[in-house]
């Protein structure tokens, strides 16, 4: 499976008047087409710096960043909008809806920006998305009119809605309560699960449990890369057999050596969005 994201030797340093502040000071890792990528680490490890970068937010000061094939770092400023445009879809902490707009609107939002798309066809796409997050019959509603869950969904339809190389999500659950982040993260499964590339950056490790692969970040390295516990544990009791250790999968090859992801993680074989039976009526949307 080729790489859609890999980083080599990323550094970056913020000055704070003749004070250097290194964030970043050489991390590398590739991350799979198709993979579900947690990154951990506590207050200034560096994680937030990681993900601005891997965004687009921000550039490096040295180092190589190549996205779904594109160069980053040899990419004009000027165009970093346009390539987060197409190749990723935000979710944040902070739902960002507009109050006055109904899911439908503030979903179909970024096609407008993106400029091109009919608006019969924007609508369209954005009832699409909304159903594939189980929000199909709450098009009309406002954000006031939904929890605090049902908001973040229709912020990852909205997220989804533009056809991503990558969706990047920053503490998706902050704001949320324990059953309803359970219910998100299960979303992000499934949507994994059916072909998209998720990338999660969280500081809590029972989020981060849910992904296939964790990558924790501490004082501006790459401290491990591992396959996750948890998810580990979950298909080991799927398959009827004993857990499996983190030592296990260093055995087996499954950690990386210096920052760079040495073998494929362990993963339950997924269908297409096209062969669930749910969603046969709806365009494919990746």
């Given at each position: 499976?080729?790489?859609?994201?890999?980083?080599?030797?990323?550094?970056?340093?913020?000055?704070?008047?003749?004070?250097?502040?290194?964030?970043?000071?050489?991390?590398?890792?590739?991350?799979?087409?198709?993979?579900?990528?947690?990154?951990?680490?506590?207050?200034?490890?560096?994680?937030?710096?990681?993900?601005?970068?891997?965004?687009?937010?921000?550039?490096?000061?040295?180092?190589?960043?190549?996205?779904?094939?594109?160069?980053?770092?040899?990419?004009?400023?000027?165009?970093?909008?346009?390539v987060?445009n197409?190749?990723?879809?935000?979710?944040?902490?902070?739902?960002?809806?507009?109050?006055?707009?109904?899911?439908?609107?503030?979903?179909?939002?970024?096609?407008?920006?993106?400029g091109?798309?009919?608006?019969?066809?924007?609508?369209?796409?954005?009832?699409?998305?909304?159903?594939?997050?189980?929000?199909?019959?709450?098009?009309?509603?406002?954000p006031?009119?939904?929890?605090?869950?049902?908001?973040?969904?229709?912020?990852?339809?909205?997220?989804?809605?533009?056809?991503?190389?990558l969706?990047?999500?920053?503490?998706?659950?902050?704001?949320?309560?324990?059953?309803?982040?359970?219910?998100?993260?299960?979303?992000?499964?499934?949507?994994?699960?059916?072909?998209?590339?998720?990338?999660?950056?969280?500081?809590?490790?029972?989020?981060?449990?849910?992904?296939?692969?964790i990558?924790?970040?501490?004082?501006?390295?790459?401290?491990?890369?591992?396959?996750?516990?948890?998810?580990?544990?979950?298909?080991?009791?799927?398959?009827?057999?004993?857990?499996?250790?983190?030592?296990t999968?260093?055995?087996?090859g499954?950690?990386?050596?210096?920052?760079?992801?040495?073998?494929?993680?362990?993963?339950?074989?997924?269908?297409?969005?096209?062969?669930?039976?749910?969603?046969t009526?709806?365009?494919?949307?990746?």
């Amino acid at each position: 499976m080729d790489a859609i994201i890999q980083v080599r030797d990323l550094r970056k340093t913020y000055h704070m008047g003749e004070i250097e502040v290194p964030a970043l000071r050489g991390i590398s890792f590739d991350i799979r087409r198709g993979e579900f990528v947690a990154i951990m680490g506590p207050s200034g490890s560096g994680k937030s710096t990681l993900m601005n970068l891997l965004g687009c937010l921000d550039t490096p000061d040295s180092g190589q960043y190549v996205l779904d094939g594109l160069p980053v770092e040899q990419i004009d400023p000027n165009l970093l909008a346009a390539v987060r445009n197409r190749k990723i879809g935000f979710v944040f902490q902070q739902f960002n809806l507009l109050p006055r707009q109904t899911a439908l609107e503030n979903v179909a939002l970024p096609l407008i920006y993106l400029g091109g798309v009919p608006t019969e066809e924007r609508y369209a796409r954005a009832q699409d998305v909304l159903e594939l997050v189980g929000l199909g019959t709450r098009l009309d509603h406002h954000p006031k009119e939904l929890s605090g869950g049902q908001q973040q969904r229709v912020a990852i339809a909205r997220a989804l809605i533009t056809r991503p190389s990558l969706l990047l999500a920053d503490e998706p659950t902050g704001n949320l309560d324990s059953h309803s982040s359970e219910d998100i993260m299960t979303l992000f499964q499934d949507l994994n699960s059916q072909g998209i590339t998720v990338v999660l950056v969280t500081h809590e490790a029972d989020i981060a449990g849910h992904a296939q692969r964790i990558l924790t970040v501490r004082d501006g390295v790459l401290a491990s890369d591992a396959a996750s516990v948890q998810r580990i544990a979950g298909l080991s009791a799927l398959n009827g057999s004993a857990p499996l250790t983190p030592d296990t999968h260093a055995a087996n090859g499954l950690h990386a050596t210096n920052g760079v992801h040495a073998g494929e993680p362990v993963r339950r074989a997924r269908p297409s969005i096209i062969q669930r039976p749910s969603l046969t009526h709806k365009r494919r949307l990746l």
